[in-house]
């Protein structure tokens, strides 16, 4: 099996430590122990046994995690580390090559090149900047077909920070069901909405869903490596078995931390965090695109860490990240590793005053390619 490169993690892998403003990160500026957790809640994880704990998650977590959702209980899920974990188990457990895999772009891409890798078929429909970055169901449509077995999406998505509309949640349904086909969806930013109100699940909404998500990036916890597939008892019993050939279980001090979060009171005061600082960096972002009319478009996020600019420049996206990176020492994510030239992808959950002088650096370069034509 060959797997193609992962540009996107592959790229910010290499050069998020090495500069001075990262502005790839697509969360929200993780907290500390000490900010996270009681002197109580500390005290009781000094004093783990650090053995392997139960291999699909405590109990307790999982208990927590079917609270997320409507109609589940902790058979309906297995906990991974991270969603990039309960990702890769979900496709390997349930496609097989030559099946046919309907796929929401621009995304995160790891389900894009999993799947490939596996021989599945892959057809990609696309989120429409035009729309407000909704898909066109009349493309969608044309794509499903009685072979398909995954409908996959990404919702809140990842890059745009769109957020599907219940009648569109209902025709993806309906089409899924058509079809026959599963939904797979990645849910890992559901909690981040910057207008508070937090996005539906497609769990209950059918019987042939499956959901990944994790406490990465609205929980500002991508430490932890703590995430979760939930689905059908006979789709999780077969992750979990698949499961035993990656990691075989997560870390006991992350399911436990990941209970306590889990809790609702203090779940509420984690995403209530995040949307504070979503909102404020996402205003400092909007003015700075203001000041650029001609040069810069957005449509703002309804939710997620980041924000998918388009420019209106003669440069390819991975040349003028690569130009940030070396001369002014600013990451910023290229438009093309999602396979959409023309647009960067930039964090709005950092710390403000980082954003604010990586948005001074990207300036700097603006003015140089100015004068240079």
Known sequence: MKIETFELE???????????????????????????????????????????GQTNGAVELREAICKLYTGLNIDNVLVTNGSAEANFIGMWSVLEPEDE?????????????????????VKPFYLKEELNWAPDMRELKKLVSEKTKVLAVCNPNNPTGAVLSPETMQDIVNLAREA???????EVYRGAELAGDETPSFIGLTDKVIVAAGLSKAYALPG?????????????????????YTSISTGIVSQFAAALVLHPEKRRSVLSRSRYVLKENLALLQEWVG?????????????????????????NSSELSTRLRKEKSVFVIAGDW????????????????????????????LKDLSAES
Do not use: C
Not at 19 to 28: H, K, M, P, Q
Not at 224 to 244: C, F, M, Q, S, T
């Open 291 to 315: 000041k650029h009319p001609r040069l810069f478009s957005l449509v703002p996020p309804k939710a997620g860490g980041m924000t998918f600019v388009r420019y209106n420049m003669p440069i």
């Open 101 to 121: 895999l309907v796929i929401m772009l621009p995304n995160y891409m790891q389900i894009l090149g999993i799947a490939r890798s596996f021989g599945v078929q």
């Open 180 to 186: 026959d086909a599963y939904i797979y969806a990645d």
């Open 338 to 365: 999602y396979g959409m030239d023309h647009y960067m992808r930039i964090g709005i959950g950092g710390e403000k005053e980082k954003l604010l002088a990586g948005l001074n650096l990207v300036d700097e370069t």
């Open 224 to 244: 932890l490596r703590l995430g979760w597939l939930v689905g059908p008892k006979e789709i999780i019993d077969n992750a979990w078995h698949h499961h035993d």
């Open 10 to 52: 592959r790229y910010q892998s290499l050069w998020e430590n090495t500069v001075r403003i990262n502005l790839t990160e697509s969360g929200v500026h993780p907290y500390t122990l000490e900010e996270l957790l009681d002197e109580a809640s500390i005290k009781k994880m000094l004093s783990l046994r650090l053995g392997y």
